[in-house]
């Protein structure tokens, strides 16, 4: 059981380049989310999917967009990226109901130069 | 985030003293508290939590309280040692599953 794996771990791109980072959980949980980090701050929520099919903005959605492929997969892409999304990032996923535990991948290091 | 407030942002204690955390929040909708610990360079980790219907909990060295009427919960960890120097995050999580982070507690535990 490997709970939330993320890949890639690092990962530098250009100004305008596009990536896709890929999450996945083994944990048959029914939402999904995808948070930044940036230094000296708590994580903001980006987008994050209730249940398989359904996608919803964050707190800083801007400059991103999210794929929820099936149950185990969430995927957050940056179509032109830019040096403001230089960040951490992560991903979570909540078995479901409302006052269920978040579980975190190990995070995606991104530079964008 | 904005409606999160996190005391102190740093605090060094000496291994076997106590240290406390502190946060307070404004969403009314807020009925699960978590704390997270947050190593370098991994992701964070839940290490003790609390619902809205209990004032506190303890798990080994580390205990939450929980004042629902004045809007905040703390993080106590007795008997620090190193490897409890981390970063922790508090999250009031709505009953959307919405959580908003504190800034965070840099915690150093000097021996």
């Known amino acids: 059981n490997a709970g939330v794996t993320q890949t890639p771990k690092f990962q530098v791109l250009k100004t305008g380049q596009s990536m896709t980072l890929q999450c996945a959980q083994d944990?048959?949980?029914?939402?999904m989310y995808w948070y930044r980090q940036d230094p000296g701050m708590g994580l903001r929520l980006i987008y994050y999917s209730a249940s398989e099919g359904t996608t919803d903005k964050g707190e800083v959605p801007n400059g991103y967009n999210v794929s929820r492929l099936n149950k185990r997969e969430f995927s957050l892409r940056l179509e032109s990226a830019a040096p403001s999304q230089t960040s951490v990032y992560f991903c979570a996923s909540r078995a479901g109901g409302g006052t269920d535990t978040q579980y975190f991948g190990p995070g995606t290091r991104l530079t964008v130069l | 985030g904005e409606n999160v407030e996190q005391h102190p942002s740093t605090l060094s204690v000496q291994e076997g003293d106590s240290a406390v955390i502190k946060c307070t929040y404004s969403?009314?909708?807020?009925?699960?508290f978590p704390w997270y610990k947050q190593e370098l360079g991994k992701g964070p980790q839940l290490i003790i939590d609390?619902?809205?219907?209990?004032g506190e909990k303890k798990d080994q060295r580390i205990a939450v309280t929980l004042n629902k009427t004045a809007k905040h919960f703390s993080l106590h960890i007795t008997e620090t040692q190193p490897e409890d120097s981390a970063v922790y995050f508090c999250a009031p999580t709505d009953s959307w599953g919405k959580l908003q982070f504190g800034a965070g507690t840099q915690v150093v535990v000097t021996p």
């Open positions: 969403d009314s909708a807020s009925n699960y």
């Open positions: 609390i619902r809205s219907n209990v």
């Open positions: 944990m048959n949980h029914n939402s």
